[in-house]
């Protein structure tokens, strides 16, 4: 398996632009999770699935973002508009009830917001 | 709500030395889940060893073990034989149950290899 997949790596767009984010997940791995990572707030959970279905966006800072996951194979973080302080690595992960404890983690898209 | 406190932001320790950072946590819950992540330069967040609260037994990973104290809510990494490649930031984390799979993390310890 080829882990959990991220993509862009690395994205950089102006102020009130739209950025979207996508995850593919581990296959068979029924829980999704995005995390925010910055050095003031740290490592922070903003939303997660189980079975496609959001259980918990409390995480999520305002209506500016959402989040998607359509099918088991696929999500999205989406912000709009986009604000300098959105700027943050974004991780996503995911994990499995019937494999293991721990999450596995995708390699992060850094979001620069100028 | 649980929290969990990494009270090192930095640490450091010789090549091939043994260094212990240090985690403690907040709970009510009598069966939950502790982890311990590392962060490297690359940013991939790697899992390093994990702990079940009803085992009293300390888990090991090779060079890497646990020193888990539930009544004090402590759960330490020890790292054994340090290597150069040691060098990250290392996480503590913790679940609730199964069930909420929501990992709760701490602020992070930066561990530094002098060679």
């Known amino acids: 398996d080829a882990g959990v997949i991220q993509s862009p790596r690395h994205e950089v767009t102006e102020m009130g632009q739209e950025v979207t984010l996508r995850c593919k997940p581990i296959?068979?791995?029924?829980?999704l999770f995005w995390y925010r990572q910055t050095m003031m707030r740290g490592l922070e959970l903003l939303i997660y699935f189980n079975n496609n279905v959001p259980i918990d966006d409390s995480g999520m800072p305002e209506d500016r973002f959402s989040a998607k996951m359509p099918n088991a194979s696929f999500s999205t973080l989406k912000i709009q508009p986009s604000e300098p302080r959105d700027s943050a690595v974004y991780f996503c992960?995911?994990?499995?009830?019937?494999?293991?404890?721990?999450?596995?983690f995708g390699s992060g898209t850094r979001l620069t917001v100028v | 709500a649980q929290t969990v406190t990494q009270s090192q932001p930095e640490m450091s320790v010789q090549e091939a030395e043994t260094v212990t950072l240090s985690c403690t946590y907040d709970?009510?819950?009598?069966?939950?889940?502790l982890f311990w992540y590392k962060q490297p330069p690359s940013r991939q967040m790697i899992l390093v060893i994990r702990q079940e609260a009803y085992k009293q037994q300390n888990a090991t990973e090779n060079r890497f073990s646990v020193n888990f104290q539930k009544a004090a809510k402590s759960f330490s990494l020890k790292i054994s034989d340090s290597q150069l490649g040691d060098a990250a930031m290392y996480f503590c984390a913790y679940n609730r149950n199964l069930r909420a799979q929501k990992l709760v993390f701490g602020q992070g310890t930066r561990l530094t290899i002098n060679p």
């Open positions: 709970t009510s819950e009598s069966d939950y889940y």
């Open positions: 296959s068979g791995h029924d829980y």
């Open positions: 992960a995911s994990s499995s009830l019937a494999v293991n404890y721990g999450y596995t």
